[in-house]
Nanobody, 126 residues
Framework: VQLQASGGGLVQAGGSLSLSCAASGRTFSSFRMGWFRQAPGKEREFVGRISAGGGSKWYADSAKGRFTISRDNAKNMVYLRMNSLKPEDTAVYFC????????????????????WGQGTQVTVSS
């Protein structure tokens, strides 16, 4: 599976942005998909994930209530809708794929995501 994230940009605080992640490969629908982000000088952190079928979602506390993950398996796409953006959301955002055989307990474990997109920069100005 190859992943390509897009949609990043510059937005004012309080604004919204939608990221997309295009996947190649016939097995996309078998992967749990996650979004991560990495701010300058910080470690990459979990933002949220969506189950292979799209029926289950989980978010980091920083994203709950503001971010929404969705996917379209027919189009091999996963999305991250971000509302009420804050300057602290500034980071490079990555989509990643985790094989479906991993238990949900690994949903935030970066090492269990085996495919990564190249990242897209999101900058939120105050």
């Amino acid at each position: 599976v190859q992943l390509q994230a897009s949609g990043g940009g510059l937005v004012q605080a309080g604004g919204s942005l939608s990221l997309s992640c295009a996947a190649s490969g016939r097995t996309f629908s078998s992967f749990r998909m996650g979004w991560f982000r990495q701010a300058p000088g910080k470690e990459r952190e979990f933002v949220g994930r969506i189950s292979a079928g799209g029926g289950s979602k989980w978010y980091a506390d920083s994203a709950k209530g503001r971010f929404t993950i969705s996917r379209d398996n027919a189009k091999n796409m996963v999305y991250l809708r971000m509302n009420s953006l804050k300057p602290e959301d500034t980071a490079v955002y990555f989509c990643a794929a985790q094989p479906g055989y991993y238990s949900d307990i690994y949903e935030q474990d970066l090492s269990k995501y085996i495919y990564w997109g190249q990242g897209t920069q999101v900058t939120v100005s105050s």
